[in-house]
């Protein structure tokens, strides 16, 4: 989507369609998954020892949870601590889903309290680590004690139940304890990743209608401060939010603003209050938690998760698909501003009574290998990462592995984008000894836990597929029309049932609820995913057919970024398409057209790059930013995005990043095939 009118008339000749090679690093990807055959089953002990044992114990259950789900997940559902049972398991009017309907229940209770009673009370449910080196470790009993302190906190503050909260903290144990207090009291809690700029806070706090944030004074990352409460001041600057209170971790303890009757100090405010907050009893279908993520047009939508459907999908996926104990030392990468972060390190953990470790900042710092001295130190048996961070490691080097006994992994985890082949076997050979079975977890935003993974004990895997879907997941590859395409087809991915952790809508908009997700086959959840089914029945993921990019594993929206690029004042016009990136599987490219009068430069396309993360934050910041005379548009005024990611992919023509390009005339030769 443009998001300015060109100056220039589109091509009027028609010609013959431009010649090009195929899209390079993705075509190959797509290729070595094509052919990819090597079959890895788990290992007779891994099963042995599993919850699910065997492809006839997964098939069985599969079977119930599609034909009778409220048999099957009625049964699942009373692992859940409620205060008051639920009548129904589930009604549903499509798009809206509500699951144990009359059932209450609080997320933190399940998290926490239920676990005092026995002998897990004392154990590790925390494991924390600084990017500096600090360590802290919270038992069961510590964190509850730390969680019901914040909530009376919250409450003091007079934050109610229905309420926003806006969380903008580094990964300290405080961001789990803040999300644990907002649930405690059925406060809704909005979670904005530290990577994001003043300006994405502010659209986030004003499209929640967010009262307080809770925010620190800095965050660590490779060695330098972050500087979170500067941001936050920024974003509330003029007033013209409704937030009253700002609540401050000293984290970093580097000087900043405090402004009087906003912004209390954390440690200063426990000082006020006990330890003694019941938790308050909530509908099943009350909101837990909205957050913003990117989709195709517009601004990030707030994607609002309820309480019971998503905890037990939490709960149950990590029961099943990482097999979770107690004897586990569970470790999630992801930070606690991304949907992994909220389901895979604080909630399903948690509920599950396992132990969650958490690390502040990045994977190499001090040095390449922090994360094996980590794995090592902790004595980590599961471990779940992107595979960016894996083609990352790669790269850096099997050295810094050998340094370290990674002995105590029993399983690997990937999620975030598809993985390829090379990266899989990597982490299968090197980081697991060949020993661990890897799950590969499709899911989204939206559907709030696993959708798509093997079950370790069961499934045989290949390099590079999701395999089969979750129990309750009904999916199927379909063409335009909703037809299914055939093995090896290429279709897009759908969910024909309704799921316990499913979005429940995007707050404040039904209309784009229902025009998002629904709208496109009827009936049916849209994922916005290509994908194709092997003659095994195996799942793989092609990646977005939208105009979402997934960058590193971060989802960004072209148009965000469009939307960020013409916000400064030298750029008339700007398209942003996505280009295969060996390391980050895509990189981002943006077209510009300058106003009338300005001089292309590599001092402006430097400038714009930083404009662009000063705007969203640093997770967009442009790989490449390219002047073009004009854009290339179909006769019917829309622009050729398909020419524009060839060009960006290097595959038409390659041209310095200063040079103005002048598109057009490419686009007169291809534009007869476009309209
Ligand atoms: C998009 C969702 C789910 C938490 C992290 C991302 C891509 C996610 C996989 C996977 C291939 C994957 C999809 C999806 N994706 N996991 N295992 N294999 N692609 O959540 O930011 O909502 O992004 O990430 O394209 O639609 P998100």
Redesign the pocket.
């Known amino acids: 989507m443009s998001q300015k009118k060109a100056a220039k008339p589109a091509a009027k000749k028609p010609a013959p369609a431009l010649k090009t090679a195929k899209t390079k690093v993705a075509a190959s990807s797509t290729k070595s998954h094509m052919t990819e055959n090597r079959v890895f089953k788990p290992s007779a002990e891994f099963s042995k020892n599993a919850r699910i044992s065997s492809m006839a114990q997964y098939k069985r259950m599969y079977e119930e949870s599609i034909k009778q789900p409220d048999k099957f997940f009625g049964r699942e559902a009373k692992e859940l601590q409620w205060t008051k049972p639920f009548s129904k398991v589930l009604d549903w009017k499509c798009p809206n889903a509500k699951w144990f309907t009359g059932g209450k229940l609080n997320v933190s209770e399940n998290c926490l309290d239920r676990h005092l009673n026995g002998p897990r009370k004392t154990k590790a449910a925390l494991i924390w680590e600084g990017e500096p080196g600090e360590k802290r470790v919270l038992t069961y009993q510590q964190l509850h004690r730390e969680v019901c302190r914040f909530a009376n906190v919250l409450k003091r503050h007079k934050v109610k139940k229905g309420d926003r909260v806006v969380i903008y903290l580094p990964m300290i144990p405080e961001a789990a304890i803040a999300m644990l207090a907002c649930a405690r009291i059925g406060a809704i809690h909005n979670v904005v990743f530290g990577g994001f700029s003043a300006e994405s806070i502010k659209d986030r706090v004003v499209d929640s209608g967010a009262t307080l944030v809770i925010t620190a004074d800095g965050g660590y990352r490779r060695g330098s401060v972050v500087p979170l409460k500067k941001n936050v001041d920024d974003a509330l600057k003029g007033n013209d939010t409704t937030v009253k209170t700002v609540i401050v971790y000293r984290r970093t303890c580097q000087d900043v603003h405090i402004e009087e009757g906003r912004d209390v100090w954390w440690h200063r405010e426990l000082e006020y209050v006990d330890a003694h907050c019941p938790a308050v009893a909530m509908d099943s279908e009350a909101a837990l938690f909205i957050l913003y993520?990117?989709g195709s047009t517009g601004k990030p939508k707030g994607?609002l998760h309820t309480t019971g459907g998503y905890l037990l999908h939490a709960q149950m996926t990590c029961k099943y698909v990482f097999d979770m104990n107690d004897q586990d030392v569970y470790w999630c990468t992801?930070d606690v501003g991304?949907?992994?972060g909220h389901?895979y390190m604080v909630y399903g953990p948690l509920a599950l009574g396992a132990t969650s470790l958490m690390y502040e900042g990045a994977p190499n710092w001090p040095e390449n290998d922090r994360f094996w001295r980590i794995i090592e130190e902790y004595a980590v048996t599961i471990f779940y990462t992107?595979?960016t961070a894996i083609r990352a490691f790669m790269k850096w080097g099997d050295e810094w592995l050998k340094k370290h006994d990674l002995s105590s992994l029993r399983l690997l985890g990937?999620?975030?984008?598809?993985?390829n082949p090379e990266a899989w076997m990597w982490y299968h050979n090197k980081v697991g000894g060949g020993k661990c079975p890897i799950v590969?977890?499709?899911?989204?935003?939206?559907?709030g836990g696993?959708m798509?993974?093997p079950i370790p004990g069961a499934t045989p895997t290949k390099p590079g597929t999701?395999t089969l879907p979750f129990f309750g997941v009904d999916t199927a590859i379909v063409d335009d029309l909703g037809k299914e395409v055939g093995t090896d087809e290429q279709g897009k991915l759908v969910i024909r049932k309704p799921w316990p952790s499913m979005l429940r809508g995007i707050w404040g908009d039904k209309k784009r609820y229902q025009d998002t997700y629904w709208s496109e086959f009827k009936g049916w959840y849209f994922?916005?995913?290509g994908a194709r089914r092997d003659k095994d029945g195996n799942i793989w993921?092609?990646?977005?057919i939208d105009d979402?990019l997934?960058v590193a594993?971060?989802?960004l929206g072209t148009a965000e970024v469009e939307s960020a690029l013409v916000s400064h004042p030298s750029v008339a016009e700007a398209a942003v398409v996505g280009r295969p990136d060996e390391m980050k599987g895509q990189g981002i490219v943006c077209f510009v057209t300058v106003k009338e009068g300005i001089q292309t430069s590599r001092d402006l396309s430097d400038e714009l790059k930083k404009h662009v993360r000063k705007v969203i934050g640093p997770v967009a910041t442009p790989d490449e930013v390219r002047f073009a005379a004009a854009l290339p548009k179909t006769r019917s005024g829309k622009i050729m995005r398909r020419l524009l990611k060839q060009i960006a992919a290097g595959e038409i023509i390659k041209g310095d990043t200063t040079t103005l390009e002048d598109i057009n005339v490419i686009a007169q030769l291809v534009s007869s095939g476009e309209d």
């Open positions: 993520t990117s994607i992801a991304w949907v992994t389901s992107a595979p990937t999620v975030g984008e598809p993985i590969d977890t499709w899911w989204q935003t939206e559907t696993h798509i993974t999701a994922a916005g995913d993921i092609i990646g977005r979402v997934n594993g971060h989802r």
